[in-house]
């Protein structure tokens, strides 16, 4: 109990040193936390997979599409419970920094999706519309779309203007589900297609897959490209997790050099961190060599130190944690629908905390081991 | 008969029997102290006195188990205390020293009160215990209206006085001033050198002053004087 006490006195000591030393902590831990954030945000697509689902595309590439009957053979797959076509639209609403995900997909591809929970009304409604839309949570509050709004926009794979009516909004059953999406009729874009172009029409970017059990996902793969092989258009059937992280991987580079700064940040504050420690520790020398006359060991002046340390980075994690919820909300809401999912997970929170410890160890060792090893007539010099 | 002929007939607290310290010091050995023999009976006052660089801090802080002699035997209370280990020197520290420091050495982020109970901190004393026996030490030392202050809030005096405290609060063997008076002003450093006096002649208490102040040895009952890291003259002051 004293020692906490000369502990907790020592670190309020230079009122000034302690504060920005904190103040450097807190920004450090807080960008930590945001940069880890940001990464997370990029899997979440994959975080939120389902391993009963897979995803069938053109084994060229994803921007070769694969015809309308496809459908029914892969149903035809044993193991295979549901198949709904989908493409990608790639529109533009009013500006071209409003991005947001637009499917066209077929009716039954909310079966597919559970975890978008959509009102038995709302959906039936979308279903009557051939030019209904069923647009997430997130998405609706981002541009205050409201059932009933219309909706424009104007397609750049598709040319032209596009109008759709908002009938159904959807929500996510877990805080990882994407509630930022646009889904509309895709019998809608493919009439359109028949009549404007009629070549790209009839085809789909991606047939989405339900296996009626997860174990069998890798044999299912494997029996729908087997189909298609040496057909003009193969497939590559993979996970859902496995194609999500496909385009995850296409921006690796940079998640690795946001991961390598959140870790530098952590680095840069542990050399502050240090610093303070060695001056701290260095003049208080003749006090530790005091202590250590009246009789008390190297480890108590060690635990001082240490102590003082862990304080202060206990400070900083506090603060600086508790900072990280309320300012990746705040970020999030301004990145709108560019991350679907931007939230603060518990991984990032212990890995806050793990780093902020690290760094209060770390920042003490050397000064520590000069203090309980300095021999007490060198030590007292230092007085006077 | 004198206290001081009363004190050397009683058996030696401290042996010092051919001890030698020298340090290394650019690669050359540094003789600080050559062929000290001494011995310093249970309740004296004596003081060390020499110029600057004669080896009296160094002596005391040998006796005091701060720094180990290069050969020699130094025995406190019996006990062969170059022989001990950092840690047992530590603990042997704890229970039979009390240091008085020239520049006080207090704790700046203790009251007077909580410097005086630090070295009870390695008793088995419970926290009532504790405070207690400081206030007494320090109404003792003239400080009980000043038990809550900080060092800062103390004149130099008043934070020698605490130290003083501190010093005799485990009711230590020996008690090691080094130059006690060294930073204070006359007046203070009187009303200082009356506490020891004191301390020894009323609680007994065996105290080794280090000063080069011959006023402030004038209060011991013995002087030992050093040269060159050898012992000279000895003498015992008029009012002793």
């Known amino acids: 109990m004293e020692t906490l006490k000369l502990i907790f006195r020592n670190t309020l000591r230079h009122k000034l040193r302690t504060g920005l030393t904190l103040l450097g902590l807190v920004v450090a831990i807080l960008s930590f936390g945001l940069l880890q954030t940001v990464v997370d945000a990029w899997y979440a697509g994959a975080e939120g997979a389902a391993p009963n689902r897979l995803i069938t595309r053109n084994a060229i590439s994803l921007v070769f599409p694969l015809p309308v009957h496809y459908r029914d053979k892969i149903r035809g797959v044993e193991g295979v419970k549901a198949v709904a076509g989908a493409n990608w639209f790639g529109g533009v609403y009013q500006d071209v920094k409003n991005f947001f995900p637009q499917f066209a997909v077929e009716p039954g591809y909310f079966a597919i999706y559970p975890e978008y929970r959509i009102k038995n009304d709302e959906l039936r409604a979308f279903e009557r519309d051939r030019k209904g839309a069923i647009v997430g949570r997130k998405l609706a509050e981002t541009y205050g779309f409201k059932i009933g709004d219309t909706v424009p926009i104007r397609g750049q794979i598709y040319p032209g203007n596009w109008e759709f009516t908002v009938q159904g909004i959807y929500d996510g059953a877990e805080a990882k589900t994407d509630t930022s999406q646009f889904f509309f009729h895709w019998d809608y874009l493919n009439e359109t297609l028949k009549k404007r172009f009629p070549t790209r029409a009839s085809q789909f970017g991606v047939f989405v897959v339900q296996v009626a059990n997860a174990d069998d996902a890798a044999a299912v ?70 202590l250590k006359a009246l009789g008390f060991g190297p480890g108590f002046v060690s635990t001082l130190i240490y102590g003082e340390s862990l304080a202060i980075a206990l400070g900083g994690t506090v603060l600086g944690i508790a900072l990280t919820f309320p300012i990746a909300d705040w970020f999030g809401r301004k990145m709108g629908t560019l991350f679907p999912v931007f939230e603060v997970g518990n991984g990032t929170v212990m890995l806050q905390a793990a780093c902020a410890l690290a760094v209060g160890v770390i920042a003490a060792m050397l000064p520590a081991r000069r203090a309980a090893t300095v021999r007490i007539v060198d030590g007292l010099r230092a007085i006077g | 008969m004198s206290a001081a002929v009363d004190a050397a007939a009683r058996a030696p607290v401290v042996e010092i029997r ?23 009976a249970a309740g004296e006052f004596m003081a060390l006195m020499g110029p600057s660089g004669s080896g009296k801090s160094t002596l005391l802080n040998l006796i005091a188990g701060i720094d180990k002699p290069t050969a020699g035997s130094l025995r406190v209370d019996g006990v062969e205390i170059a022989a001990l280990d950092e ?50 030490a320090l109404a003792m030392v003239g400080l009980a209206d000043r038990v809550d202050h900080y060092p800062s809030e103390l004149s130099g005096g008043q934070q020698q006085r605490v130290a003083i405290a501190r010093a005799i609060i485990t009711d230590p063997t020996l008690v090691v001033a080094d130059e006690p008076t060294g930073d204070l002003d006359r007046k203070s450093a009187d009303d200082v050198l009356a506490l020891l006096d004191r301390l020894n002649g009323e609680l007994g208490k065996t105290i080794i002053m280090v000063t080069h102040d011959a006023n402030s040895a004038a209060r011991a009952r013995r002087v030992v004087n050093l040269e060159k890291g050898e012992l000279r003259a000895e003498t015992v002051p008029a009012a002793a």
């Open chain 1, 221 to 290: 793969s494997v029996a729908i490209d087997k189909q298609f092989r040496n057909s003009t258009a193969e497939t590559l059937t993979e996970t859902e997790k496995a194609f999500q992280i496909g385009f995850v991987k296409q921006t690796e580079a940079l998640l690795i050099a946001i991961r390598i700064v959140s870790y530098v940040v952590i680095v840069i504050i542990l050399a502050v961190m240090a610093n303070t420690m060695a001056m701290t520790a260095r003049e208080r020398m003749g006090e530790y060599a005091t």
């Open chain 2, 18 to 40: 051919h001890v030698a310290k020298h340090y290394v010091r650019g690669g050359q050995i540094v003789p600080v102290l050559t062929d000290i023999s001494l011995d310093i």
């Open chain 2, 87 to 136: 840690g047992e020197l530590a603990d042997w520290r704890a229970r039979n020293i009390g240091f008085i420091f020239q520049f006080y050495n207090l704790m700046p982020v203790l009251t007077a009160l909580e410097n005086v109970e630090l070295p009870l901190l390695l008793t088995r004393l419970g926290a009532q215990d504790r405070r207690e026996r400081a206030e007494a």
